[in-house]
């Protein structure tokens, strides 16, 4: 009998374009119990090893096989905050699943799936209550995304009391305004948010540290603080009438779509109607941006400087955007963005791009095709090429930088006493589950300084 992966169920690709609801729909009890029965329970689980916060892999699949839904739960809890939000988003085929020894011979457990369905299955269930005892240590968290939530639940749950502050004026960050509702239903970020709120931590959103209140303010009325501010400020790539109307990073796309809601009826946040939209970028930011701007009735490309098998979004991500149809133009990069005497845009000057030869053990780099230069036309442009972190909150204070402007650590620890990092503006933009650890991590450090 032929071991194949469960598929996960999902919506038509015909239907799921007109709408932002969630393509895949996750599995039921049948579906799950199925999957976890291919798990080996290995003696020497690589899984955990490929897994960034080292979730016991096994041990939790193997609590699914005995339908104790509750216990796979808190196995998955002991390393990871946020299970309902990593099951869904995170890149398991390039970690966990990329170790797992039945994937060297055939499909690999769907892991993330799996954790999908535990997490689900304890939020649909009423919550206990939860009787923690305060140490009398206050911690304030500047930012609400995941490497802020995750430092902040471990603290509470540690008898801390936690006060996090959020510029925005919903908490969650990227995971609120960067990630589509296609593929991380808010409902979910707020359940986890519901869940922190529990533990008595407070969130004062609208505060904008570094203006409305500085770090030193701060530092008056917390024994430690945590920055998990990100990486919010777009990359461009300084070509050309960047700066046409109708350029946009997919920073300010992705935040009119997903917290001003401007794909919503009466929305007042809309996004400028477009015939043809190029979006520049091949990451999941990328993917994020074109797929949402299809859903809102757009002709889109994506233009990419490599090849399909370079793209570095998820596999699932670029499968479905082909499928949305997607545009994909590869091999080729902008020179120059056209636009008339509006400074409104009407296409962009690309060049088409090549490999140069490989070099063992390194990325192969590419280079222009001289002679190849055309024109395309479109009215908007989207840059997805990255980001860099947002100092707005290291306003007036001595925290040490690196040269790439990374917040420079040492075990969690800035240059000033008791105040830590981590996540995206200390590594650069990484993952979701990266910046949880690096929360995790922050944490553990602060308790090990309170023994």
């Not at 599995?27 to 799950?32: G, H, K, S, V």
């Not at 960050?173 to 970020?189: A, D, Q």
Request: net charge neutral.
């Amino acid at each position: 009998m032929e071991d194949k992966k469960t598929v996960m169920r999902m919506q038509d690709k015909d239907k799921r374009i007109k709408n932002f609801q969630e393509v895949e729909l996750g599995y039921n009890e049948e579906e799950a119990l199925r999957e976890a029965s291919r798990c080996l329970q290995c003696t020497n689980p690589r899984c955990v090893k490929g897994c960034p916060v080292n979730i016991m892999i096994p041990l939790f699949i193997k609590h699914i096989k005995e339908k104790e839904w509750e216990k796979a739960y808190q196995v998955i809890q002991e390393s990871s905050f946020l299970p309902a939000i990593c099951g869904r988003v995170c890149p398991q085929e390039m970690q966990c699943e990329k170790m797992c020894v039945k994937g060297f011979k055939g499909d690999a457990i769907s892991i993330g799936a799996l954790e999908r369905f535990v997490a689900d299955m304890h939020n649909s269930i009423e919550p206990k209550k939860e009787i923690i005892k305060n140490n009398g240590k206050k911690v304030a968290i500047v930012g609400s995304g995941p490497a802020g939530l995750s430092c902040a639940g471990i603290l509470a749950s540690n008898g801390f009391e936690v006060t996090i502050y959020e510029v925005l004026h919903r908490p969650g960050g990227v995971l609120t305004y960067g990630i589509p509702e296609f593929r991380l239903p808010k409902k979910i970020v707020e359940k986890e948010i519901e869940n922190l709120k529990r533990k008595k931590v407070e969130i004062k959103c609208d505060m904008p540290v570094g203006n409305a209140i500085t770090l030193s303010d701060l530092q008056k009325e917390y024994d430690y603080i945590f920055l998990g501010t990100g990486a919010g400020v777009p990359k461009f790539m300084g070509i050309p009438n960047e700066s046409a109307n109708e350029v946009f990073s997919a920073n300010e796309i992705l935040t009119r779509i997903n917290l001003m809601g401007a794909y919503q009826e009466n929305s007042k946040t809309p996004i400028k109607e477009a015939k043809t939209v190029y979006v520049i970028g091949g990451g999941n930011v990328a993917m994020d941006a074109a797929r949402s701007l299809k859903r809102l009735g757009m002709n889109v490309h994506l233009m990419y400087r490599r090849g399909k098998d370079e793209l570095p979004a998820r596999k699932v991500e670029v499968i479905h955007a082909l499928e949305e149809g997607i545009i994909f133009d590869l091999l080729q990069n902008p020179l120059e963005i056209l636009t008339d005497e509006n400074n409104s845009v009407t296409g962009m000057k690309v060049i088409n791009m090549e490999y140069q030869e490989e070099i063992v053990g390194q990325r192969r780099s590419v280079q222009e095709v001289k002679g190849t230069e055309h024109n395309v036309s479109c009215d908007m442009v989207v840059m997805a090429l990255g980001t860099n972190p947002n100092h707005e909150a290291l306003k007036m204070s001595d925290i040490k930088l690196d040269d790439r402007g990374l917040i420079m650590v040492d075990d969690g620890l800035t240059s000033i006493p008791n105040v830590y990092a981590g996540g995206d503006a200390v590594t650069g933009a990484a993952t979701v589950i990266l910046a949880m650890e690096a929360g995790k991590k922050a944490a553990y450090e602060i308790i090990k300084r309170c023994k």
